[in-house]
């Protein structure tokens, strides 16, 4: 055999023989970095559509699963239309400054027919959400938590802990779930002592949300089905003379 021939025969031998030179990947994001990601996108959304599955829990009880399609327009407007088997058919539009500022509300179920307008606070409208209607939309959420971990970092004796506890796919989604600790009561400006986002980590959209009280119960869970943003909606998808409504 040629001496030509021999080196490259050997230098191939070496080649197979040594172990893969390390890649080098983008490092991973850390916790805070894909929750700024998140509200950065989010301050970009200008309307949105969303199917919601939420379970919360009301007077210490939780109640069962409700679907809902759920439309949101800048500066506050919402409409929700209950789909699910509970409350099916409620409908509610909500325009920040129209109607004396109250939720327009169309019963569901056995009060089919029934349209009442109420205060998005009073009693009534918060008897089965925790949260009314004009704070409700995932801008108001991530705008919350931009505020709460702004505050806490402020108050460093507030413990604020952030941390990635890894993935969940939601409807077909990978979402990176970051979990937030803060403390709870009156003295304290923070909603939840725990509460954990989904975010897509194709999109950085948020997709997943729950949180726990101070005894470890759960208080509620939203899981964001077919989340489109910017889709260009109109006046019309908030007002119920909406033909495709059933306010009349």
Known sequence: MKRSNLVVLLSILLLTLMPPLP????????PMEILNKCINVMKNVNDYTVVVYQRQRIGGKLLPEEVMLYKFKRPNSVYLLTTGDVNHGQEG??????????LMAHMGGMLDGIVINTKPGSGLAKKSNRHPINKSSLIYMMNTVEKSISYAKAHPEDNLIIEDIGTKVIFGKTARLIRIKLPHGEEYPYYAPVSI????ESSFLPIYYKSYGPDGKMWEEYKY???????GLTDLDFDPKNPKYNFQ
Do not use: M
């Open 23 to 30: 890649s080098h990947p983008e490092e991973a994001l850390k």
């Open 93 to 102: 539009i909500y325009r920040e400054g129209w109607n004396d500022d109250k």
């Open 197 to 200: 986002f989904g975010i897509d």
């Open 225 to 231: 089905r077919n989340l489109k943003t910017n889709v």
